[in-house]
């Protein structure tokens, strides 16, 4: 139920209409604390219209207003202060919870409109670097999201798989390069010969004109170069998806730039046709001057296309095959300005989905302070840091509780979880500075600590005994569990903003509200005490652990029963 909606209505009663329904809501507000209420309007908002104090306007709401459905309604101040009615409030809360369970919160907004997320995209013969981790879980989680507000999220992997570094990558092989190496330890090899080629290109610029002819050839199907680049390409996805299956991440298609190598002459017949093409020193370009933008580099003077000609061919592609309600790419903020030419130039050829093409950017992921690079060889591997934190994980798992039977299983799902948590928690425009040992804590604002919490409620279950509830009396009115309750009731609206803002943090944020309270409640309550209310409160432990991990299983994380 929508507690919010219950107060607006009855302070638009209160006050002859004066303010409609959905201007008092948009007025409510919380309380810093429970003691002073669960909801106030403030009734500021009245007085230009009622000519009167503030004070005295709440004063004259609290005498008119019918107080049958809250506990109390006070006056403090300018403000008009509703306290629920905390058995019926508790009573209908835990049991939608219950009912729903991993549902609960689900909606339908989307009417299963297909949603286009461009996301993770790393470089074919590159390692999956801790650069890659930020596009590869915000799309992740996002895609989950959107699950649950009624899309039908496509996760496209567009891999770099075609461009100038094949013709620097197969010079090197060819120079440095040993067959045996690479079919032992691939990505490795690969990266060290890249490396080489970018030490030894700058006192030796024959290099770059060697590259450039080889990726020449591979453009004209030439054989040896075409069979070096198929297989780089097959090793590395292999490697790649050794690291998504440890994440828990799946895509729908893994279609890289060389898959729209054939489509890019259809979008210069396109902008041609439209009159949208005009030359600047020898380059092709689409003037953008009415969006306020530099104009859109399509071709360069010798013919060869860009990025920007390549990505609106994926766009059309994406726009005939999936009619998207909206074509998301999650990709670091510092290609904004980009993203904002290549949706001006689909509105200009008239693309349907070009009006709902979203940029999702993200900040930098540093390590100590300093940007990763595979060019310069400052390259930290995405596997390795979650190997280290899994190793963590087990030994705090063998402090804390040596005899857990699944110590392997649990030991993975809180390193890999500490990483992916670690990340969302964050607002995804931030930057961040990585420090492996401040994600694993089991207290704070970490992964490990929700995980925790929603392993605790599991473990309070199983000492009760209690696994099925079907009773319809869930009546809680005491003070200890009043704010987890009201946090549970809020998961809905949080799993609507979050998709509203595209932004995972919103529910990794909650989650661990949620997780604070709950050890609170804990703390101050004897759960197990054999009372009239002892089904209710195992009842309310049951809906926080459903709700828990719902919200860490929309961030991609697990919630182990037991660490």
């Not at 970018?198 to 024959?206: C, G, S």
């Not at 798992?397 to 390193?415: D, F, Q, T």
Request: net charge neutral; charged share 30%; aromatic share 10%.
């Amino acid at each position: 139920m929508d507690y919010k909606k219950q107060v607006s209505q009855a302070v638009n009663k209160a006050i002859d209409n004066e303010l409609s329904v959905d201007d008092i809501y948009s007025k409510i507000e919380r309380p810093k604390t429970s003691e002073m209420g669960d909801l106030a309007f403030p009734a500021f908002a009245l007085a230009k219209v009622l000519r009167k104090a503030p004070q005295q306007i709440a004063l004259d709401i609290v005498d008119k207003i019918e107080k049958d459905s809250f506990e109390k309604v006070v006056a403090v101040g300018p403000y008009v202060n509703f306290f629920l009615d905390k058995s019926a409030f508790s009573n209908n809360v835990i049991k939608n919870v219950l009912n729903d369970g991993s549902n609960y919160g689900a909606n339908d907004d989307g009417k299963n409109g297909n949603v286009t997320i461009d996301m993770s995209s790393p470089n074919i013969a590159k390692p999956i670097s801790m650069g890659h981790l930020r596009s590869t879980v915000i799309g992740n989680s996002i895609a989950n999201i959107l699950t649950k507000n009624g899309y039908h999220p496509v996760k496209d992997n567009h891999l770099g798989d075609w461009g100038t570094q094949f013709g620097k990558l197969i010079t090197a092989y060819l120079k440095w390069g040993n067959e045996e190496d690479v079919k032992k330890d691939p990505i490795n090899y690969l990266v060290k010969y890249y490396v080489k080629f970018h030490k030894l290109d700058k006192e030796n610029p024959e290099l770059d004109d060697i590259a450039r002819d080889w990726f020449k050839k591979l453009e004209n199907g030439n054989e040896e170069a075409i069979k070096l680049w198929k297989w780089f390409r097959e090793v590395s996805i292999e490697a790649f998806d050794k690291i998504y299956d440890k994440l828990g991440v799946k895509f729908d298609t893994y279609n890289g730039e060389a898959f729209y190598n054939d489509k890019m002459q259809e979008v210069i017949d396109i902008l041609n046709g439209k009159g949208l093409l005009s030359k600047s020193q020898g380059a092709t370009i689409v003037d953008l001057s009415k969006y306020d933008l530099n104009p859109a580099l399509i071709l360069k003077s010798d013919g060869a296309s860009l990025y920007i000609t390549r990505d609106i061919a994926t766009a059309l592609y994406r726009d005939r095959t999936y009619k998207p309600a909206m074509n998301l790419y999650v990709v670091g903020s510092e290609q904004t300005y980009y993203f904002k030419q290549l949706k001006a130039v689909l509105k200009e050829m008239g693309v349907p989905s070009a009006e709902h093409l979203y940029h999702v950017p993200f900040g930098l992921i540093t390590v100590n302070g300093k940007k990763l690079s595979t060019r310069s060889g400052r390259i930290i591997l995405l596997d390795e840091v979650l190997n280290d934190s899994i190793e963590i994980a087990k030994k705090q798992i063998e402090e804390k509780n040596p005899s857990l039977p699944n110590k392997e299983e649990v030991a993975n799902e809180v390193g890999v979880g500490a990483i992916v948590f670690g990340d969302l928690k964050n607002e995804k425009i931030n930057n961040i500075d990585f420090v492996l040992e401040d994600q694993l804590r089991f207290e704070g604002e970490t992964g490990p600590y929700v995980q925790y919490s929603h392993a605790r409620a599991e473990s309070i279950l199983r000492k009760a005994g209690k696994t099925e509830f079907n009773d319809n009396d869930y009546k809680l009115n005491d003070t200890e569990s009043w704010d987890t309750i009201k946090l549970l009731n809020d998961f809905p609206n949080i799993i609507k903003m979050a998709c509203k803002e595209l932004e995972p943090s919103v529910v990794a944020k909650y989650s661990l509200r949620l997780a604070k309270a709950f050890n609170k409640y804990y703390a101050h309550s004897k759960i197990l005490a054999d009372d009239s209310e002892l089904n209710a409160r195992l009842a309310l432990v049951k809906s926080v652990s459903i709700v828990l991990k719902e919200s860490l299983r929309l961030l991609g994380v697990k919630a182990p029963d037991a660490m």
